[in-house]
């Protein structure tokens, strides 16, 4: 690993490398030179298997950091290559050409992230989530919660019911009732207050 | 040299990016959907194909009818509030997304877990790999109209479902791995019980060989089907069964030993004839292989804790970092990518579904030129498990 590691920062711009156990290393590249990088790791150093392409979010920084995840099955290593791509243009190089699946993955991410792989075939078309017109959902300024409260509501004529008192009701039905008077009681004498 | 109904074409032609130049209105093709309901898919995918006569010209898959945002929701967990969103993440093999999701953590937190934990988690992963191979043997023969099969292959998984009742409390989702090894020792007597099932199994397989295998008209239309040259192996991503059914000789559990597989004696088993007929007969054997393996397990396991201590779980946080860990399920390599930031939260978990280039980018292209009743067991065949390609 560490031999591959020292011809790699032989031969492309590695800001940043971490080895994270003997078989698995991540390296950071500038994002011009990953689709370079990518050919160099599949043709020469025999990483044909391209595992997984994934995004993350890192908003306060205002990037997305790609990773692309490399397996040799001579070796039985996997190299995984970062690189930092701006958040407010995020358009990266496709690797539709070196691995047919690669599309897929592009695809995803076009949808989830908003990142743009011009020339990758199929990218515009919606994958999982057709007619959104939201935000790009993986992105984290998507506010899950405000979505489901927006968009998910209850049916009409449902009552939902606190469980605590609930069970207080069902268990113990007389004191429930002399605590319901109690407050009632205690309401009203506030509001003759 | 039998007949390729799909010519072993350079997988870097462009055919997966090349949107066939059809007229749809010269009346020559009938576009159809096959799903997102519909029993020759599995689960709910829907395949647009168009079609010359009885032959696929074009094959679309749409994906969509089971997305439910899991990675988005981890996001907003802790980690061990993820437990009972991963295992949802594939249906029929739940568990090794709980062993991955647990095992990623552990690697960014630095936690060791006791060797009898890791001896349990490999019985629970075989059980699972066994259920589910079991289920998918009945699948594949009922897409070819055996549906006698499906009923003793179902009700024999259900006899390790019970197991599985028996040893965590749930049947399908177990939320049994959890981060330091497993949630409890095994119940008394387990091993009989597991031994019991294991015999009627081995028996139903018999069975099975016999009225799936040697049937001639399974045989005629499963031999020489959903032909995948190995060439098309890196380019597609293709891992597991599919793999080895093609020739290439790869599985995590040898090729990059995790838990106790490295102690376990055993071997890849591996094909030539990649297609239908190929891969169930590879997948039939594999059932095999895990009751070979789990009957190792209890033969061979040690005493001691089965648990790890942890901090508190509800104020964990795990060092930052990212990892990828990976697995061999049933379907193929399966993997999490996991992004720590050093908060409680997950920054980021990325699942590698082990279908999701198989029935995305592989289908598509091995459609063409199907004739429209063997979609359902090509589909089949490549082990699509829609779950997990939206999650």
């Not at chain 1, 990758?120 to 007619?131: F, K, Q």
């Not at chain 1, 113990?172 to 004498?189: H, M, N, T």
């Not at chain 2, 997304?97 to 960014?108: H, K």
């Not at chain 2, 091995?366 to 939206?390: F, K, R, Y």
């Amino acid at each position: 690993m560490k031999e591959l590691l020292e011809r790699l920062e032989d031969r492309f711009t590695v800001t940043e490398s971490d080895v994270e156990r003997d078989n698995l290393a991540f390296i950071t590249l500038p994002s011009k030179e990953v689709v370079q990088a990518a050919t160099h790791l599949r043709d020469i150093e025999g990483f044909g298997h391209l595992v997984m392409i994934s995004a993350v979010d890192y908003i306060e920084r205002g990037i997305f950091q790609l990773t692309y995840i490399l397996h040799n099955y001579d070796k039985h290593s996997d190299i995984g290559v970062r690189t930092e791509i701006d958040r407010r243009n995020p358009v990266m190089d496709s690797i539709h050409h070196l691995w047919a699946a690669a599309r897929v993955y592009q695809q995803e991410l076009r949808e989830m992230f908003g990142i743009d792989f011009p020339g990758s075939p199929r990218v515009d078309e919606p994958m999982i989530l057709e007619g959104w017109d939201n935000i790009p959902p993986m992105r984290k300024d998507f506010d899950t919660k405000k979505y489901a409260e927006e968009t998910y509501f209850p049916r009409e004529g449902r009552v939902t019911y606190d469980p605590a008192r609930a069970m207080e009701e069902k268990n113990y039905p007389l004191e429930a009732r002399v605590k319901k008077r109690i407050q009632k009681l205690l309401r009203e004498g506030k509001d003759e207050d | 040299m039998k007949e390729r109904r799909i010519s072993e074409t350079n997988p870097w032609e462009p055919t997966w990016c090349d949107v066939p130049k059809l007229d749809l209105k010269s009346e020559r093709y009938v576009k159809i959907w096959q799903g997102p309901q519909h029993p020759g898919v599995t689960g709910n995918m829907a395949l647009e194909l168009t079609l010359e006569g009885d032959v696929v010209v074009d094959c679309r898959t749409h994906v969509g009818y089971l997305h439910r945002g899991f990675e988005k929701l981890m996001e907003r967990r802790r980690y061990i509030q993820c437990f009972p969103i991963v295992c949802r993440i594939c249906v029929p093999e739940p568990d090794y997304n709980e062993y991955l999701f647990a095992a990623a953590a552990e690697e960014l937190a630095g936690i060791e877990i006791p060797e009898r934990g890791a001896w349990i988690r490999a019985l629970v992963l075989e059980l699972t790999r066994t259920a589910f191979l079991t289920m998918w043997l009945g699948g594949q023969a009922a897409a070819f109209g055996l549906g006698t099969i499906g009923q003793w292959s179902v009700a024999h998984r259900d006899f390790i479902l019970d197991l599985f009742e028996e040893l965590t409390g749930h049947r399908i989702y177990h939320m049994y791995i959890i981060p330091g090894g497993v949630r409890h020792e095994l119940p008394e007597g387990f091993a009989g019980r597991v031994e019991a099932v294991l015999e009627r199994i081995e028996k139903i397989i018999s069975d099975i060989e016999k009225v799936m295998f040697h049937n001639a008209v399974f045989k005629a239309r499963a031999k020489g089907l959903g032909y995948i040259p190995p060439s098309w192996v890196e380019p597609y991503g293709i891992t597991g069964s599919t793999a080895r059914g093609a020739g290439v000789a790869i599985d995590v559990r040898k090729d990059n030993p995790y838990l106790v597989y490295d102690k376990l004696d055993f071997e890849k088993i591996v094909g030539g004839e990649s297609d239908v007929y190929e891969r169930a007969v590879l997948r039939k054997e594999e059932i095999l292989m895990s009751i070979r393996l789990i009957r190792q397990i209890l033969k061979r396991m040690p005493g001691g804790p089965v648990r790890a201590k942890l901090p508190n779980v509800f104020h964990w946080r795990i060092p930052a970092g990212e990892t990828y860990v990976r697995a061999e399920s049933g379907r193929g390599e399966m993997g999490y990518y996991m992004v720590s930031d050093g908060t409680e939260y997950p920054r980021r978990v990325n699942v590698r579904g082990a279908s999701y280039t198989h029935a995305m980018a592989l289908l598509e292209r091995l459609a063409l030129g199907v004739s429209n009743a063997d979609i359902a067991g090509l589909m089949t065949s490549i082990q699509t498990c829609p779950p997990e390609i939206e999650r």
